[in-house]
């Protein structure tokens, strides 16, 4: 059984990384695409794309490296956890890495990366740190 499949996927994705592997496979849920979509808006993924699968659906995400094969994605950081949830108003979020990082936060118009959250001035969850 599976208590936080948010960190799950931010840890295969960590993993991934580490080994320079092009892409990544975890099942399937609505708050994940969300993820992968900003991480994919703030440039930090190529691409993601949903498979079907019984009795759970894959999303795999291809994952991004420089032209000398350095790493785009360095740190991946779970900020609101289940037993300790963190939340920000939009005045609250600060740039992460002085503007370098991303905050994904799940907010009430959606998953949202902090400089979206802070256009469209809502706040939410901060899920997870990335730089």
Request: hydrophobic share 35%.
């Amino acid at each position: 059984m599976m208590t936080d499949p948010i960190a799950d996927m931010l840890t295969r994705i960590r993993n991934a990384v580490s080994v320079e592997r092009p892409n990544v496979e975890m099942p399937i849920s609505k708050v994940k695409t969300g993820v992968a979509e900003v991480l994919k808006r703030e440039g930090f993924i190529w691409d993601w794309k949903a498979e079907d699968g019984t009795p759970v659906g894959q999303l795999q995400i291809d994952l991004k490296y420089g032209p000398s094969g350095e790493k785009v994605i360095r740190h991946v950081k779970r900020v609101s956890k289940p037993g300790s949830r963190v939340y920000a108003s939009a005045r609250d979020l600060r740039p992460v890495l002085n503007g370098l990082g991303i905050s994904i936060l799940s907010t009430s118009k959606g998953v949202l990366s902090d400089r979206e959250a802070r256009q469209q001035k809502v706040g939410g969850e901060v899920l997870c740190e990335v730089w």
